[in-house]
């Protein structure tokens, strides 16, 4: 996935959104700008399959050997799968953010809850700004 394509929370977590059996599927993960702010992350928490979430509900965390960030969906919908092999191979967020570093797919259930997300150009300003 190429980040210019993708969608954002300013917390950091981005969405690519794709169709799939008639349902929005949401793949979710963590920026590259957010993974290189924390540095040697050392810890990821996965949400469960099947969990309804809303967006902006806390579904994971981070640690880092500088700090503890939470992982906040971007989208409303049931987390149908999780990239299990994330927390044995942290470094693929380092190597790959936006696509083998995804953190979980969910089947959006609200469509309105894309609408307060930010494009690749928003967030990046934001990001510039610090």
């Not at 950091?12 to 349902?23: K, L, N, R, T």
């Not at 702010?37 to 579904?59: H, N, S």
């Not at 409303?76 to 936006?98: M, Q, S």
């Not at 696509?99 to 797919?105: L, R, T």
Request: glycine share 8%.
């Amino acid at each position: 996935m190429k980040p210019e394509d993708l969608l954002y929370r300013e917390s950091h977590e981005w969405a690519a959104i794709e169709e799939e059996g008639g349902s929005k599927i949401a793949t979710i993960g963590i920026s590259a700008f957010a993974v290189e702010q924390l540095t040697d992350i050392t810890y990821l928490a996965l949400p469960q399959i099947g969990k309804q979430v809303a967006a902006g509900e806390e579904i994971g965390e981070l640690e880092s050997v500088k700090a503890i960030a939470s992982i906040y969906s971007p989208v409303t919908g049931e987390v149908i799968a999780v990239n299990e092999t994330l927390p044995e191979k942290l470094e693929l967020l380092n190597d790959d953010a936006y696509n083998d570093g995804w953190v979980a797919k969910i089947r959006v259930t609200d469509d309105s809850s894309l609408s307060g997300l930010l494009d690749y150009a928003a967030y990046t300003k934001q990001c510039q700004e610090g």
